[in-house]
């Protein structure tokens, strides 16, 4: 888990960073601010702290899960 954060983290801001993307201002700002409470982080913090992996072995649970993944972004105003 710990190698896909660190993966994720570094492709996400490289995608981010590039010019002409229209939220790239106020997200680095956003991930640089997360990064700022923390003394091991050095410049972003994208991934929260934890693993809290949870078995989907029911089809409305695993439903539930992936309808949280798709509609958080959003609820956020991230996308």
């Known amino acids: 888990m ?5 993966f994720t983290s570094k492709a996400l801001i490289k995608a981010i ?3 002409g993307e229209s939220r790239r201002e106020w997200i680095l700002k956003l991930f640089e ?3 700022d409470s923390l003394r091991r982080v050095v410049n972003y ?3 929260q ?5 949870v078995l989907l072995t029911k089809g409305k649970f695993t ?3 992936l ?3 798709h509609n958080n972004p959003v609820a956020e105003e991230i996308c």
């Not at 710990?2 to 660190?6: A, L, Y």
């Not at 702290?49 to 992996?53: E, I, L, R, S």
């Open 45 to 47: 913090k994208v991934w």
């Open 67 to 69: 309808e949280y993944i």
């Open 17 to 19: 960073d590039q010019p």
């Open 49 to 53: 702290d934890g693993n809290h992996p």
């Open 2 to 6: 710990r190698d896909f954060k660190k």
């Open 63 to 65: 439903m539930q899960r």
């Open 33 to 35: 601010e997360e990064a």
